[in-house]
């Protein structure tokens, strides 16, 4: 069974600075898709960024971006210039036939 | 804007009660799926589903059941709720068909039950 480990429980980041959170995943298979995804405290859970396993391109949108490497099964979020509404947790996800695996979600602190 | 709606987002139960957790999706989803997040623990699967009356099982499916009798609703079924049953419940939905966004979950609010 695929597993997702994201090793910090809990980051802050000073408004304005970079963060990096991290993940790793277990797998077999070769064509996937992994996730992040932002819950904002009581609210919904959304996406933040996607990345296909068979693109090498490192995927972007805005201020996030990813560090995936293949081989290493690592898969790390940037969060760059970082605000006080990217306070949430954040959890990392595997994909695959439309089923995903999460991992425990990473609490991220911005402080003003 | 793809619309995930859980009937509840806070619930009272009583052990050995019979819960339903009601989601709903606006956008023609093939698949739909019931989590459950605690604590520590992230997110767990418990059922799922990728088309009209069709089930399968998660990581986690003991203690409960589902029903998908339409293509935009997803049910999920506490036959006898127990105290270790009291979680967040995280209702989702996802296209199948290749594309953008294939894979990518949308999700409702949230149920937090609580089972006493």
């Known amino acids: 069974a695929q597993t997702v480990t994201q090793s910090q429980p809990e980051m802050s980041v000073q408004e304005a600075e970079t963060v990096t959170l991290s993940c790793t995943y277990d797998?077999?298979?070769?064509?996937?898709?992994l996730f992040w995804y932002k819950q904002p405290p009581s609210r919904q859970m959304i996406l933040v960024i996607r990345?296909?396993?068979?693109?090498?391109q490192n995927a972007t949108e805005n201020r996030f971006s990813v560090n995936f490497q293949k081989a290493a099964k690592s898969f790390s979020l940037k969060i760059s210039d970082s605000q006080l509404g990217d306070a949430a947790m954040y959890f990392c996800?595997?994909?695959?036939?439309?089923?995903?695996?999460f991992g425990d979600g990473t609490t991220l602190t911005v402080k003003p | 804007d793809v619309k995930v709606t859980q009937s509840s987002r806070y619930l009272v139960k009583r052990t050995g009660e019979k819960v339903f957790l009601e989601c709903v999706q606006d956008?023609?989803?093939?698949?739909m799926f019931w989590y459950r997040q605690d604590p520590g623990l992230g997110l767990r699967l418990i059922y799922f589903?990728?088309?009209?009356?069709?089930?399968e099982k998660g990581d986690i499916p003991e203690g409960y059941s589902v029903s998908r009798e339409k293509k935009e609703r997803f049910s999920l079924i506490l036959e006898s709720a127990s105290t270790n049953q009291t979680s967040m419940y995280l209702c989702?939905?996802?296209?199948?068909?290749?594309?953008?966004?294939?894979?990518?979950?949308?999700f409702g609010e949230g149920s937090r039950l609580t089972v006493l």
């Open positions: 989702a939905s996802s296209l199948s068909t290749p594309g953008q966004r294939v894979g990518e979950l949308f």
């Open positions: 797998t077999s298979e070769s064509d996937y898709y």
């Open positions: 990345q296909e396993a068979y693109k090498q």
């Open positions: 996800a595997y994909s695959k036939l439309g089923k995903s695996t």
């Open positions: 956008m023609d989803h093939e698949n």
């Open positions: 589903s990728y088309d009209v009356k069709m089930k």
